[in-house]
């Protein structure tokens, strides 16, 4: 007697699709403009690696999500000493990724999504955060200890 066995991970002779695993990419940097211009360009070199090229518009979106999240990191969130931790999570199966930079100082939280405050024209600074709630689909920010804080955000890569 002769019977079809389909091998393992199929369903009657057909593959099965298996969703890809997300993939990540963590680095610790100086808490400097330094530290975070590279952090910038990291991430878009990584972006790249993933299938997201650098002239494309989901590289450029990304780019500036992770400038704006260091630089504040480098700015806000500095403690003499310490580094800010950039850490990136692709979804390939929604084309979602997850930005995270970690700094030491929990105790300059800034305000929540819908919270923010649009700064004066006079003002030089203030906008970082805006442009990061304009552009993600999520951010927010948590404290996973006490030493430690993290912005995050996530946006459809497409």
Request: glycine share 8%; charged share 25%; with cysteine.
């Amino acid at each position: 007697m002769n019977a079809e066995i389909s091998p393992p991970g199929t369903a009657h002779g057909h593959r099965a699709e298996v969703a890809a695993p997300p993939r990540h990419f963590t680095i610790r940097l100086s808490s400097t403009r330094r530290g975070a211009r590279l952090a910038r360009r990291l991430a878009c070199e990584q972006l790249d690696v993933w299938g997201r090229p650098y002239d494309s518009d989901a590289n450029r979106t990304a780019a500036l999500l992770v400038g704006e999240s260091a630089a504040n990191a480098a700015l806000h969130g500095r403690e003499r000493g310490r580094d800010f931790r950039l850490r990136l999570t692709f979804h390939p199966e929604g084309s979602t990724l997850r930005i995270e930079v970690t700094d030491p100082r929990p105790d300059r939280r800034p305000p929540g999504p819908g919270l923010l405050q649009p700064s004066s024209p006079e003002e030089e600074s203030g906008r970082g955060l805006l442009l990061v709630e304009a552009l993600a689909d999520h951010w927010g920010t948590t404290c996973g200890d006490p030493y430690t804080k993290t912005v995050w955000c996530e946006v459809t890569l497409r």
